[in-house]
């Protein structure tokens, strides 16, 4: 990272903070409960945004709207965790924004002395996530993969996180060596079965934190692209209801799984809504807002990081709701 990119980031989290304090009223527990950071470090970004001129009497800092968004769609949805980048105006498919706030949310995750179990995703926005992750030493930690990442045909995916992961950060980490589909539902029961898969699925199951993309149900969705499900069973997926995916499981616009379908041969880390644990979704686009939306009030995901435009789309849909007759 430049010094231009640290200083920015620096800034960026002192800003955050302030808001949290001075706009938001929180109390410096809170900020560092929130920004993930100790006390102190919470009372050093408020002090360096007042040095730095970020907030004198009116909020000085560009992020002004990003966080007024973020704050909104985590009292609307209930999220213990959001985040929102500003969208690139020339160039809204860029993932380089999510990407860099993901990688920090994972850097101050495993910048932590304590121990914790980090379970992750895969996908183009995670891999993009891993590749701004600065070398460090976190080998206290434990990382853990959602999914498997073997195609029907014997080939691996272009988008393996774990490993890269686990490389820069001198993780211990466990991967789920299976195929994300298996051929049958009694195949799939088999290969969970196996102690080594069970061990793996367990440590998913109790993560601390989990990060996932968020895949959208359509001919572009990252499942089909990839290569791990056909077109048949695309269209399968979406004729029972299927709006998005959440590493490999389908769920419908109620947020809810489906019974059927691929769900029945997934050797994927299950997955249970309503949990407290802290499940973070990284993902933007106009493509994505339905299955994101879906996820979020079925609560599948307690976090997200998304960018401004597609924020703006989500509390849009959550307001109609709310006052639909």
Request: glycine share 8%; aromatic share 6%; with cysteine.
């Amino acid at each position: 990272m430049s010094n231009y990119d640290s200083d920015r980031s620096r800034l960026d989290n002192a800003a955050r903070a302030a808001w949290l304090y001075f706009i938001c009223g929180n109390t410096q527990e809170e900020i560092a409960r929130k920004l993930r950071v100790s006390r102190p470090t919470a009372q050093r970004l408020v002090t360096l945004a007042l040095s730095e001129k970020l907030i004198t009497f009116r909020f000085e800092h560009a992020l002004k709207a990003c966080m007024e968004l973020a704050e909104r769609l985590r009292v609307d949805y209930g999220l213990i965790y959001c985040d929102v980048v500003p969208t690139d105006p020339d160039n809204v498919h860029s993932l380089a924004g999510v990407a860099a706030s993901a990688a920090s949310f994972i850097e101050q995750t495993l910048a932590s002395p304590t121990p914790s179990v980090l379970a992750v995703g895969t996908g183009r926005t995670l891999r993009a996530t891993v590749d701004q992750i600065q070398p460090m030493d976190g080998r206290q930690h434990t990382l853990v993969a959602l999914v498997g990442n073997i195609a029907p045909d014997g080939a691996a995916s272009h988008y393996d996180v774990l490993t890269r992961l686990a490389d820069v950060t001198k993780a211990r980490y466990f991967p789920i060596p299976l195929p994300v589909v298996a051929d049958s539902a009694e195949q799939r029961e088999l290969l969970t079965s196996l102690q080594a898969v069970r061990r793996v699925h367990a440590l998913a199951i109790n993560a601390d934190v989990r990060i996932v993309g968020v895949g959208q149900m359509d001919l572009e969705a990252p499942q089909f692209v990839d290569g791990f499900i056909s077109r048949d069973q695309l269209l399968d997926l979406i004729k029972l209801g299927a709006v998005g995916e959440l590493t490999g499981w389908g769920f419908d616009g109620a947020g809810t799984l489906l019974p059927d379908g691929i769900n029945g041969r997934l050797t994927s880390a299950p997955i249970v809504s309503g949990t407290q644990q802290l499940i973070v979704g990284v993902a933007k686009g106009q493509a994505k807002v339905k299955a994101i939306y879906s996820a979020l009030i079925g609560q599948l995901l307690t976090g997200l990081i998304t960018d401004e435009v597609t924020a703006q789309q989500l509390i849009a849909m959550r307001s109609s709701v709310t006052i639909a007759p």
